[in-house]
């Protein structure tokens, strides 16, 4: 079982993210935009420069906070990329010890998330402007009950999915007979 298989399971594909900020000559401390920041997806620049994680910068994955050794020159252009998305890797790694089986694993994944997304987003109407926390909860625990249901009904994990192979010259042809038999379809 695999953090990815959950990530792909649960939709919570990570995204590229850049913070930038200026430095004052004496702040150490700066937050990204996104977190959670996925482990070792950061690289922190200085006026162009890549920093150093084990000696010049620390990164609190889980926060988003960045604290450097010394602080960026007044004026000091900081730049952060990084991959982030819902949950950590290590909030799926927990997961994934509670369950015996990914799909079990991205439902409670998917319930962890449902909850958050009531919680936070509510329902709300402002101007032309509106969200529906709720609804988009109630979306998200139905696909973690059709993942129970898979596990509950024996559908194997990945059942119904195969490889479509395409060939479009004569040497693919012959490739594709020769995996066929190594697969033992032949």
Same mark, same amino acid.
């Given at each position: =079982? ?6 792909v399971?649960?939709?919570d594909?990570? =995204?590229y &993210? ?10 150490l /401390?700066y937050?990204? /935009? ?7 997806? +950061? ?9 150093d994680p084990?000696? %010049?910068? %620390?990164?609190d ?6 604290? #450097? ?7 000091? +252009? ?7 998305a819902?949950?950590?890797?290590? !909030?799926?790694?927990?997961?994934? *010890?509670l369950?015996?089986?990914?799909? $079990?694993?991205?439902?409670?994944? $998917? ?9 936070? !987003? ?7 402007i509106?969200? %529906? *926390?709720? @609804?988009? @909860?109630?979306?998200?625990? +139905?696909?973690?009950? @059709?993942?129970?249901? !898979?596990?509950?009904?024996?559908? /194997?994990?990945?059942? *119904?999915f195969?490889?479509a192979?395409?060939? #479009?010259?004569p #040497? *693919?042809?012959? &490739? ?9 379809? $032949?």
């Amino acid at each position: =079982m695999t953090i990815a298989q959950v990530r792909v399971l649960t939709s919570d594909l990570p =995204m590229y &993210e850049r913070s930038v900020a200026t430095g004052d000559g004496a702040t150490l /401390e700066y937050q990204v /935009e996104q977190y959670p920041v996925l482990t070792d997806t +950061a690289k922190v620049y200085i006026d162009g420069t890549l920093q150093d994680p084990a000696t %010049d910068y %620390d990164l609190d994955t889980e926060v988003g906070l960045v604290t #450097f050794a010394t602080a960026p020159a007044a004026a000091g +252009a900081i730049v952060v990329t990084y991959r982030h998305a819902i949950l950590s890797d290590d !909030q799926i790694n927990t997961l994934l *010890g509670l369950e015996s089986d990914v799909r $079990l694993a991205a439902a409670l994944a $998917l319930d962890t998330i449902a909850s958050n997304e009531a919680l936070v !987003q509510k329902k709300i109407r402002l101007l032309d402007i509106q969200t %529906d *926390g709720p @609804a988009v @909860a109630l979306a998200l625990r +139905a696909h973690a009950t @059709a993942l129970r249901e !898979q596990v509950a009904s024996g559908v /194997e994990d990945g059942a *119904g999915f195969d490889i479509a192979e395409w060939v #479009f010259e004569p #040497f *693919g042809r012959r &490739e594709r007979i020769y995996k066929q038999f190594e697969r033992g379809v $032949l």
